[in-house]
């Protein structure tokens, strides 16, 4: 048997002020730090030992794997920083308040925008410039569905996660709520109108266990 956990990172300043976030790069608030934390306390309570851990490129979710491994005296494993694992990009409405809009357009279009598998939101004019992709040659989307995350995640999945998964390696990923989201839906093959009851709350790891074909043996949320 082998094991997966992911994780979301802790709050975030943008999560506690209800903002649109995507790609643009925040902090943890002082809450955010604590639930890194206790998800490191509750992840080294399962005893598992990693052979690696994966993040995105943003601050948020590095803090919180940081803070993970060094609860789980792990900080010594090699850490794989991915683009591909990065949040979903909510285009021309990342930095806007969630309420404001609602107010705007309407809660229902806002659910819709955030939960729905095929939607995508309104796109940014032109796309943004960022020197960290710049380099690997990554052009930073002007939008994104849930769908079109999940499909610049997988390929990393395939090449650099599972793999290690069937050779036996526990596995730890720490990112964001929206390509969580994308991955379990991938993982449990849940339908595209179910994906949306789904919610990945900050900080609250979840345990996947397989066999040696990789089918789920267990699913556990860690509390």
């Known amino acids: 048997m082998t094991s997966l956990i992911v994780t979301r990172h ?104 955030r939960r729905s598998f095929e939607t995508v939101p309104p796109l940014l004019a032109t796309p943004d410039y960022d020197k960290r992709y710049a380099k690997l040659g990554v052009t930073i989307p002007r939008g994104e569905s849930l769908q079109m995350a999940q499909k610049r995640l997988l390929p990393y999945w395939q090449d650099q996660i599972a793999p290690r998964l069937l050779d036996g390696q526990n596995q730890l990923i720490v990112a964001h709520g929206s390509t969580m989201r994308a991955l379990i839906k991938y993982l449990e093959n849940i339908s595209d109108e179910e994906i949306s009851l789904v919610e990945v709350p900050n900080g609250e790891p979840i345990r996947y266990d397989f066999d040696e074909h990789l089918n789920i043996i267990k699913k556990t949320f860690l509390q």
Request: glycine share 8%; proline share 1%.
């Open 10 to 113: 802790g709050e975030s300043q943008a999560n506690r002020d209800n903002i649109f976030t995507g790609w643009s790069d925040v902090d943890l608030t002082s809450k955010g730090y604590l639930q890194a934390q206790q998800a490191g306390r509750l992840i080294k309570n399962t005893g598992l030992n990693f052979t690696a851990v994966h993040t995105s490129m943003l601050k948020r979710a590095i803090i919180t794997a940081n803070i993970i491994l060094a609860e789980i005296d792990q900080l010594w494993i090699p850490e794989y920083k991915s683009w591909r694992l990065n949040e979903r990009h909510y285009g021309a409405l990342r930095g806007q308040n969630k309420q404001l809009v609602a107010q705007e357009v309407g809660a229902a279009q806002v659910k819709i925008w």
